[in-house]
């Protein structure tokens, strides 16, 4: 079936540090991919999204590139900042602009110390 | 503009008690999903609306679960009785085919504790 593998946490890394969370997918289609984050204490929130192979999301400097031939969605930023200490989610969708399901990872801690 | 809704924050009742979560989506989003989350997992689809019809409840555990979104507005999930492995968070998400699709925006759940 469809799913989403996510790397494990917690991740712990130090201010400026790069970050790296890997996410692969298997989908029976051509899934749009996302990262929601989840701050303690709040909802998720959508911090970027793909919808079709070779597209960047992009947002408040984390990046992801939607790697049909890898399967990957693997989240990136290059210098993480306290405030970056969240769960993060991938996440994927096989019915865009028709409000289907999202199916996500387990989901990666990161913990960013000063 | 308002963000999704979700009442009580936190529940905690005994095994076999009745419980009932609300929800109330962003204006204008049609489409409402239910989610729940165990601890240290990702959030799983328990039923999703279009409106006021549920096209999507094959998750939900029928036997004790129940849900409704009259006038497809507001949502209401509702556990009875509630078991000890239903100890999660529930969340509540709307979206709007009008922008764009599939962009889900969550509220900030009902953590349940069933002791």
């Known amino acids: 079936g469809d799913s989403v593998t996510q790397m494990e946490g917690p991740v712990t890394l130090s201010e400026e540090a790069f970050l790296t969370i890997n996410c692969t997918y298997t989908a029976t289609g051509y899934p749009s991919l996302f990262w929601y984050v989840q701050y303690p204490g709040e909802g998720l929130q959508l911090l970027l999204k793909a919808t079709k192979a070779d597209d960047k999301g992009s947002n408040k400097g984390f990046e992801a590139t939607y790697r049909k031939e890898t399967t990957s969605f693997h989240l990136e930023k290059g210098s993480v900042q306290v405030s970056d200490s969240a769960v993060y989610f991938c996440a994927l969708s096989l019915i865009y602009n028709q409000g289907g399901k999202l199916i996500f990872g387990q989901g990666t801690e990161l913990s960013v110390k000063p | 503009e308002a963000g999704v809704v979700q009442s009580p924050r936190y529940k905690i009742i005994e095994k076999k008690q009745p419980v009932a979560f609300w929800c109330n989506p962003i204006s204008g989003h049609n489409t409402l999903y239910w989610y729940l989350q165990n601890l240290g997992q990702g959030p799983e689809l328990l039923i999703r609306?279009?409106?006021?019809?549920?096209?999507?409840d094959s998750q939900l555990p029928k036997d004790r679960f129940s849900a409704e979104r009259l006038k497809g507005v507001d949502s209401t999930l509702k556990i009875q009785p509630a078991e000890l492995g239903d100890s999660a968070v529930y969340l509540c998400?709307?979206?709007?085919?009008?922008?764009?699709?599939?962009?889900?925006?969550f509220g900030p759940g009902t953590r349940l504790t069933v002791l």
């Open positions: 609306y279009e409106n006021e019809e549920a096209v999507d």
């Open positions: 998400a709307s979206s709007s085919l009008a922008g764009g699709g599939n962009e889900q925006f």
